[in-house]
């Protein structure tokens, strides 16, 4: 029994330095290693990893167009449902015509009036212009016919004054003198006609004057496709036809239609919005990426993309084409107050905006609000 224990006594310090020399050497290879992992992610990090920011906090996003129409109508027609995709200039809504209609035949029949009213009034200045002509040479008829009048009153006069002036010696006779009186008389009244014959002619001739003068100050220096009065009813005939035009509600660009809110019957004011037109082919990202992470971030780096949509499978390329000007929460509606006395510093996030490359959209689509992963190299920085 003691030579057992004896034995034993002397196996164990043997066994015990065995084993302290494997554990030695264990740990050595296990602090080689932890020191070749190190070293490892030391030059994958200064290589590599240093030169790449990441983040998931991404959506895509696009500049939606919503359709809304321009003039009040009533729908009579609605040719789109929810997730049809469109063309840019597809009808997508007809609204009641009629009205419009009614003031396109209106408006045309006010332009025909008007340029007949030019024409009328070109050819009343024609017509004033020889009447204007007419009235001169009437004056100097008139005036002719005066100077005559004048000639033969002054004649009677002078021979009614010489027959008075003999009467009394019984030179003449007093039928004589009736015959002069008479004369006189009738010279008299000639030579008021005569005078008022010029009166006459040279008002009518003042009058033509005024209305050439007034006529020709809406015609001078204008043709029938000129007039204020034309140009004026062409306008509100190339409003009713474009009222007419809007009858028609277009896609205003291509995509895809989204919360549709329009029915047959609905009576639709201008401004409303009826549905969104999502332009699939024209996304792009918008990353969040923390404040930290963005130093050395500049616009046209390269990005690499994941979409949760398709997985690691497919992988999109992009580039940065800016950074917002604000964050999100200084952006928000009501500004975060850190003004407080219990304020807690939290690391903010600054949206920047990925464009997608277009030819790799039409192969593996995407829609507005899908999450991805992106990926931005900043080893050109």
């Given at each position: 029994m003691s030579d057992t224990a004896t034995q034993a006594a002397e196996v164990?310090?043997?066994?015990?330095?065995?084993?302290k020399t494997r554990r030695t050497m264990w740990l050595k290879r296990?602090?080689?290693?932890?020191?070749?992992?190190?070293?490892?992610?030391g030059a994958w990090y200064v290589l590599v990893a240093r030169n790449y920011v990441s983040t998931d906090n991404a959506y895509v996003n696009a500049r939606m167009a919503q359709v809304t129409p321009l003039i009040a109508g009533s729908a009579i027609?609605?040719?789109?449902?929810?997730?049809?995709?469109?063309?840019?200039?597809?009808?997508?809504?007809?609204l009641d015509h009629a009205n419009a209609r009614i003031a396109v035949a209106q408006a045309e029949a006010d332009l025909a009036a008007a340029r007949r009213k030019f024409g009328q009034t070109v050819a009343t200045n024609s017509a004033l212009s020889a009447q204007i002509d007419t009235s001169s040479a009437g004056l100097v008829q008139a005036q002719a016919r005066l100077r005559t009048a004048q000639a033969e009153f002054e004649k009677a006069r002078i021979d009614l004054?010489?027959?008075?002036?003999?009467?009394?010696?019984?030179?003449?006779?007093?039928?004589?003198?009736?015959q002069a009186r008479k004369a006189y008389s009738a010279a008299s009244s000639a030579l008021e006609a005569a005078r008022g014959g010029i009166s006459e002619v040279a008002s009518a001739r003042r009058v033509a004057q005024g209305q050439l003068a007034a006529n020709d100050a809406l015609v001078r220096g204008s043709s029938v496709d000129t007039d204020p009065a034309v140009q004026a009813a062409r306008a509100r005939l190339d409003a009713a036809l474009l009222d007419l035009q809007r009858t028609e509600i277009r896609a205003p660009v291509s995509g895809v239609v989204s919360r549709l809110q329009i029915q047959v019957g609905q009576r639709l004011s201008p401004g409303q919005t009826i549905m969104t037109i999502v332009p699939i082919d024209k996304l792009y990202v918008d990353a969040n990426f923390k404040e930290v992470q963005l130093g050395r971030v500049r616009p046209g780096m390269a990005v690499t993309l994941k979409s949760d949509l398709y997985g690691g499978d497919v992988v999109y390329h992009g580039k940065v084409t800016g950074l917002a000007g604000g964050t999100g929460s200084s952006m928000a509606i009501i500004p975060a107050q850190n003004a407080t006395g219990n304020w807690i510093k939290t690391v903010q996030r600054l949206p920047v905006r990925i464009e997608l490359d277009p030819a790799e959209l039409r192969q593996h689509p995407l829609r507005?609000?899908?999450?991805?992963?992106v990926e931005i190299d900043v080893s050109g920085q």
């Open positions: 164990d310090p043997e066994l015990s330095a065995f084993r296990l602090a080689i290693a932890l020191a070749i992992a190190a070293l490892a992610w027609e609605v040719l789109v449902e929810d997730t049809q995709q469109v063309k840019a200039g597809d009808v997508l809504v007809r004054q010489r027959r008075e002036a003999v009467i009394a010696s019984g030179a003449i006779s007093g039928e004589e003198l009736t507005v609000g899908l999450s991805v992963e």
